[in-house]
T-cell receptor, first 115, second 112 residues
């Protein structure tokens, strides 16, 4: 079974600063995928970034980067130059190997960007 | 950009009533999913569907739940006899390859 742990229920960051949202995972699979999703107050789930377990480089997508430390089983999300629109709930999630496999989500981190 | 469309956005139903939540996945996607999120809690997997059959389901997805792809475009989740604890946001998702998902904007179900 897979497990995702997000230990920060809430985080605050000043506009234009960088912030790191923590995510640790537990799995016995050698191959897996790691995801981050953003859920604004309107409720939709927005895909941000993906890291495969065999990817040697950390994933980056614009202002988002994933700090992947495989030996520590961590996949922290770094948001650079925070904007007010980044205020939202952020979920870390993972999938096991194979197609059509379920996503296991963490409990989320509520990020608030302060002006 | 292609979207997964869910209707209605909000549904209120009486306890014990049947409810059908509707989703239109992205047209070339082959894998379909339902997830739910009870208010303030984590997102939980319900069921995945591929090649016109269920490929995986969670322990939440009991006999009260069913899924269908009736006409090749819609993907529905039926709850036969709703309970108060079924109140949640229900997300539909689809995937072309089974790896990357696109989520719909959700249906908020309130059982009273």
């Amino acid at each position: 079974a897979q497990k995702i742990t997000q230990t920060q229920p809430g985080m605050f960051v000043q506009e234009k600063e960088a912030v790191t949202l923590d995510c640790t995972y537990d799995t016995s699979d050698q191959s897996y995928g790691l995801f981050w999703y953003k859920q604004p107050s309107s409720g939709e789930m927005i895909f941000l970034i993906y890291q495969g377990s065999y990817d040697e480089q950390n994933a980056t997508e614009g202002r988002y980067s994933l700090n992947f430390q495989k030996a520590r089983k961590s996949a922290n999300l770094v948001i650079s130059a925070s904007q007010l629109g980044d205020s939202a709930m952020y979920f870390c999630a993972m999938t096991p190997p194979g197609s059509a496999r379920q996503l296991t989500f963490g409990s989320g981190t509520q990020l608030t960007v302060l002006p | 950009e292609p979207e997964v469309t869910q209707t209605p956005s909000h549904q209120v139903t009486q306890m014990g009533q049947e409810v059908i939540l509707r989703c239109v996945p992205i047209s070339n996607h082959l894998y379909f999913y339902w997830y739910r999120q009870i208010l303030g809690q984590k997102v939980e997997f319900l069921v995945s569907f591929y090649n016109n059959e269920i490929s995986e389901k969670s322990e939440i997805f009991d006999d009260q739940f069913s899924v269908e792809r009736p006409d090749g475009s819609n993907f529905t989740l039926k709850i036969r006899s709703t309970k108060l604890e079924d109140s949640a946001m229900y997300f539909c998702a689809s995937s072309e390859s089974g790896a990357f998902y696109t989520f719909g904007s959700g249906t908020r179900l309130t059982v009273v």
